[in-house]
């Protein structure tokens, strides 16, 4: 939970909705060390697509534009169930889904990508993790390289990954398939304190070493320094980030104005069982409480910005 937060204040968000992350019903075949979701499932007696379906039509009533993330687990494990809780979510909402994108042992490479053009206008962005050290047998880059829809590769830089030499041989892997990287501060270890902290970041000081830092957007919880790269062999020029987030999703604060303390809500959870909770330590979420929730403009804006070396 995070700190200070007394959960009986009334909720507020930013307009449109908070994030909603749908953790899939099924398990995935990876060990990865940093994941904190792996120890879920370990009992899946309770899971129920049935009830995640419910769940995501209740989010929609609420917030009919809010953003969803499907994550697990591994969401493309199950195909038939990741088509049915798909399905639930509105063309009003954006859809992310995040992956390792194994080699699927009962799943074909062509049933996978067959799977995905057939949702190319619905889903928003897959998010595709690759690391430094493989956690998992990876699908081949060239297979992320067919996905039909805009795909990003994110890479947490676990531990003290301690190989600044490397970070650029891995951008001029995908910077050969044009996919934009985000490179992830190990999130247990981030803090109010360090969310900011640049001189003594010294992944940040890397990643300046090697690539041209172009700006810094940012807000309470999360922020992203973009970068961009230049790889001769291929004369393109590509987009990466590194991106900071705090361990938590809520923060209690006081509306100046008028006096009221808030629990702020920058994601909701809809767990394997259906279960709703507002933060990442199995903190459940009010549902009814959430229907009368309060909206402020999202704080999240550019801090830096150098226009003559943005692209887009």
């Known amino acids: 939970m995070a700190p200070n937060v007394n959960q009986k204040n009334p909720y507020k968000t930013r307009i449109g909705g908070c994030t909603c992350t749908v953790f899939v019903p099924y398990d995935c075949n990876n060990n990865c060390p940093f994941c904190i979701n792996k120890k879920e499932y370990a009992d899946t007696s309770n899971?129920?697509?049935?009830?995640?379906?419910?769940?995501?039509?209740?989010?929609?009533?609420?917030?009919?534009?809010?953003?969803?993330?499907?994550?697990?687990?591994?969401?493309?494990?199950?195909?038939?169930?990741?088509?049915?809780?798909?399905?639930?979510?509105?063309?009003?909402?954006?859809?992310?889904?995040?992956?390792t994108f194994p080699v699927q042992p009962n799943i074909t490479e062509d049933e996978t990508i067959d799977f995905i053009?057939?949702?190319?206008?619905?889903?928003?962005?897959?998010?595709?993790?690759?690391?430094?050290?493989?956690y998992v047998e990876e699908s081949?880059?060239?297979?992320?390289?067919?996905i039909p829809t805009k795909k990003r590769i994110n890479c947490v830089l676990y531990k003290n990954y301690n190989r600044d030499d490397r970070l650029y041989d891995f951008a001029k892997r995908w910077c050969k398939y044009q996919i934009p990287i985000q490179f992830r501060y190990d999130y247990t270890e981030t803090t109010p304190e360090n969310l900011y902290e640049e001189e003594n970041d010294s992944i940040l000081q890397d990643l300046k070493k090697h690539f041209t830092?172009?700006?810094?957007?940012?807000?309470?919880?999360?922020?992203?320094?973009?970068?961009?790269?230049?790889?001769?062999?291929?004369?393109?020029?590509?987009?990466?980030?590194?991106?900071?987030?705090?361990?938590?999703?809520?923060?209690?604060?006081?509306?100046?104005k008028t006096g009221i303390t808030y629990n702020i809500l920058y994601d909701i959870l809809i767990k394997q069982t259906g279960e709703f909770h507002s933060d990442w330590d199995n903190t459940p979420l009010d549902i009814e409480k959430y229907k009368k929730v309060v909206y402020e403009p999202y704080d999240l804006k550019f801090l830096y910005k150098n226009e003559k070396e943005w692209i887009e």
């Open 47 to 99: 899971f129920s697509l049935e009830k995640i379906i419910e769940s995501i039509k209740i989010v929609d009533s609420i917030t009919p534009a809010c953003d969803f993330v499907f994550t697990g687990g591994e969401p493309f494990a199950n195909l038939s169930s990741l088509e049915k809780m798909l399905n639930t979510v509105p063309n009003t909402h954006k859809i992310y889904i995040n992956t």
């Open 140 to 146: 081949s880059d060239e297979l992320v390289a067919k």
């Open 117 to 134: 053009s057939g949702y190319k206008d619905k889903i928003t962005c897959i998010n595709i993790s690759r690391h430094m050290h493989p």
């Open 213 to 256: 830092y172009i700006g810094l957007d940012g807000c309470r919880m999360r922020n992203g320094f973009h970068f961009k790269y230049f790889v001769d062999e291929y004369k393109k020029w590509e987009k990466m980030t590194y991106h900071k987030t705090l361990p938590y999703s809520t923060i209690e604060e006081k509306d100046e």
